[in-house]
């Protein structure tokens, strides 16, 4: 049995209001349309559903007991609607985001700023991991977008659009200075301890396919987990390694580091916005893609999906 969602919603308001009439005005309907619409909702459930009198309108036994249900029905929907309409306006929400440590220091942490002025309500959760791993999180659904640096493995339907063009840097501490009084090839850093990412990220797989287009073998003598760990690492003269250098500015001009110029050239690596264009997108995802994607320009790149 079909019974018309409209039919509900006057019962609940005749049995709010106690009267057919008040409901009408409520509900910028008349009183005799009301009165009918009650007549055929009791027809159509066999039963009685008020008690009619001069002092007004009360509810049967079986009126109260749908009374509770509508009632209940109708307030989480009420309380829907109030979370939509929040969301609209961004009072709420939840975004989660995959992030490479380049991409943090480099984009996501003044666009994050921004948004959490704009919108404060929104719930902001980061979390960071491998090139591969926050891939796989994407993928799986735990996390909304990824902001992760290139090489990067992906095919349909993640789309990835470029947002930032970047460079590294190899760098020393004060105990391997002499490397960065001239320009060297890779083949003269080979003796030196070497630090980098583990062997399942993008970054090892990048210097890996470097060392290998020249003829050279890359070896690593200290893996770490993030790359954030590779700059207190060199300064502590436990090795050499490959940093962004906008993110090393402060300690190369304080004298804690130095660059190692090199003769072959490092090619620039991307920061891209990953998404799953399968999934549909609330409006507080499309307004952080929209504030990182602007990010992305103003440091001075074009957006291009790769």
Same mark, same amino acid.
């Given at each position: 049995? /079909?019974? %018309?969602?409209?039919?509900?919603?006057?019962?609940?308001?005749?049995?709010?209001?106690?009267?057919?009439?008040?409901?009408?005005?409520?509900?910028? !309907?008349?009183?005799?349309?009301?009165?009918? @619409?009650?007549?055929?909702?009791?027809?159509?459930?066999? @039963?009685?559903?008020?008690?009619?009198?001069?002092?007004? *309108?009360?509810?049967?036994?079986?009126?109260?007991?749908?009374?509770?249900r509508?009632?209940?029905?109708?307030?989480?929907?009420?309380?829907?609607?109030?979370?939509?309409?929040? =969301?609209c +306006?961004?009072e $709420?929400?939840? *975004?989660?985001?995959?992030?490479?440590?380049? /991409?943090?220091?480099?984009?996501?942490?003044?666009?994050?700023? %921004?948004?959490?002025?704009?919108?404060?309500?929104?719930?902001?959760? *980061?979390?960071?991991? $491998?090139?591969?791993?926050?891939?796989?999180?994407?993928?799986?659904?735990?996390?909304?977008?990824? #902001?992760? !640096?290139?090489?990067?493995?992906?095919? %349909?339907? #993640?789309?990835?659009?470029?947002?930032? +063009?970047?460079?590294?840097?190899?760098? @020393?501490?004060?105990?391997?200075?002499?490397?960065a009084?001239?320009?060297?090839?890779?083949?003269?850093?080979?003796?030196? %301890?070497?630090? @980098?990412?583990?062997?399942?990220?993008? &970054?090892?797989?990048?210097?890996?396919?470097?060392?290998?287009?020249? !003829?050279?073998?890359?070896?690593?003598?200290m893996?770490?987990?993030? +790359? =954030?760990?590779? #700059?207190?690492?060199?300064?502590?003269?436990?090795?050499?390694?490959?940093?962004?250098e906008?993110?090393?500015?402060?300690?190369?001009?304080?004298?804690?580091?130095?660059?190692?110029?090199?003769?072959?050239?490092?090619?620039?690596?991307?920061?891209?916005?990953?998404?799953?264009?399968?999934?549909?997108?609330?409006? &507080?995802?499309?307004?952080?893609?929209?504030?990182?994607?602007? /990010?992305?320009?103003?440091?001075?790149? !074009?957006?291009?999906?790769i």
């Amino acid at each position: 049995m /079909a019974i %018309s969602y409209d039919y509900y919603r006057i019962f609940y308001h005749v049995a709010e209001t106690h009267s057919f009439t008040k409901a009408a005005e409520v509900l910028g !309907n008349n009183q005799p349309n009301i009165t009918r @619409c009650m007549n055929v909702l009791e027809q159509q459930l066999g @039963c009685k559903l008020f008690i009619r009198s001069n002092r007004g *309108i009360r509810l049967t036994p079986e009126g109260e007991r749908l009374y509770y249900r509508v009632a209940v029905a109708f307030e989480q929907l009420r309380l829907g609607e109030e979370e939509i309409e929040r =969301d609209c +306006s961004l009072e $709420t929400g939840t *975004i989660s985001i995959g992030v490479s440590d380049s /991409a943090m220091h480099l984009l996501l942490v003044d666009t994050l700023s %921004s948004f959490h002025e704009k919108y404060p309500g929104v719930h902001l959760r *980061i979390s960071n991991d $491998t090139v591969p791993q926050t891939i796989a999180g994407l993928v799986r659904n735990s996390i909304d977008y990824a #902001l992760v !640096n290139t090489p990067i493995n992906i095919s %349909s339907p #993640l789309k990835a659009t470029e947002l930032l +063009s970047f460079r590294e840097i190899l760098i @020393c501490g004060k105990k391997y200075r002499d490397l960065a009084e001239k320009p060297r090839h890779l083949s003269e850093i080979l003796p030196y %301890s070497f630090i @980098c990412l583990r062997s399942d990220t993008s &970054a090892r797989e990048f210097y890996q396919k470097l060392f290998f287009e020249h !003829n050279l073998r890359l070896r690593v003598d200290m893996e770490v987990f993030t +790359s =954030d760990q590779i #700059l207190p690492l060199v300064k502590a003269n436990l090795g050499i390694g490959f940093f962004p250098e906008a993110v090393a500015k402060e300690e190369l001009e304080a004298g804690e580091i130095y660059k190692v110029d090199l003769i072959e050239d490092i090619p620039e690596r991307s920061i891209c916005l990953i998404e799953d264009t399968s999934r549909p997108q609330s409006i &507080a995802m499309k307004a952080m893609k929209e504030l990182i994607c602007g /990010a992305g320009i103003k440091k001075g790149t !074009n957006n291009n999906d790769i």
